[in-house]
């Protein structure tokens, strides 16, 4: 056998040796060998399902936004402040009233944010749903879509992953604490021993 076949075959033994009868196993080492595979299967079956449904449900709701959304002109009745009130604002858009058309041919008014500096009258582009309600804002589509839906799959992945090896790494400090007093156990019964001729 080759030196490469040798070292394949000891790393394989030395990956499976706690599933193998072997004098020196103890409990320990085959619950160890449990949490490992448990572990790995987590890790590897349950993040990639978490990824995959997620991302899936985000790609639905990113398809719902887009059905139900739809662009509407809307006139401004107020001025838009600028200066200080648009840059303590989220992304310099400031909420103000405005009057809007629904889809059922209805007069409607509300708030909806918009770009600081317009006057009153000026006609703007906003969203509205289904029902003629101001949407949050332009539906998520495209690549836009696809890469935020990847993002929240990967993020689900690791929300199941991290506490899986984290778990796993808590029960193999405790097996590696079990061993190592059950060792200590064993010293201190073959120590004062040790050394000592037989006659």
């Known amino acids: 056998m080759t030196r490469a076949g040798k070292g394949r075959r000891g790393r394989r033994v030395h990956v499976l040796w706690r599933w193998r009868k072997n004098p020196l196993r103890r409990r320990e080492d085959v ?36 059905a139900d959304r739809h662009p509407v002109r809307a006139v401004l009745l ?14 310099g858009r400031v909420r103000v009233p405005l009057r809007w058309t ?43 879509g696809v890469v ?8 689900a992945a690791l ?3 991290a506490p ?7 029960a193999r400090a405790h097996l590696d604490r079990r061993r190592l007093a059950r060792w200590d156990r064993e010293w201190e019964r073959v120590g004062p021993h040790w050394g000592h001729r037989t006659s």
């Open 164 to 170: 899986a090896c984290l778990a796993g790494a808590v």
């Open 159 to 161: 929300a199941v992953a």
């Open 78 to 91: 107020a001025d838009v402040p600028g200066g200080t009130a648009a840059a303590w604002s989220s992304g």
């Open 148 to 155: 935020q839906a990847g993002l929240f799959g990967a993020a």
């Open 31 to 66: 619950v160890e060998a449990w949490v490992v595979l448990a572990v790995w299967l987590v890790v590897v079956i349950g993040s990639a399902a978490a990824a995959v449904v997620t991302a899936r449900a985000a790609g639905a709701e990113f398809a719902r936004q887009r």
């Open 102 to 144: 629904a889809p059922d041919g209805t007069s409607r008014t509300g708030r909806a944010p918009v770009e600081s500096g317009l006057r009153a009258g000026a006609r703007v582009v906003i969203w509205q749903d289904g029902h003629g309600r101001i949407a949050v804002g332009r539906p998520t589509g495209g690549a836009d």
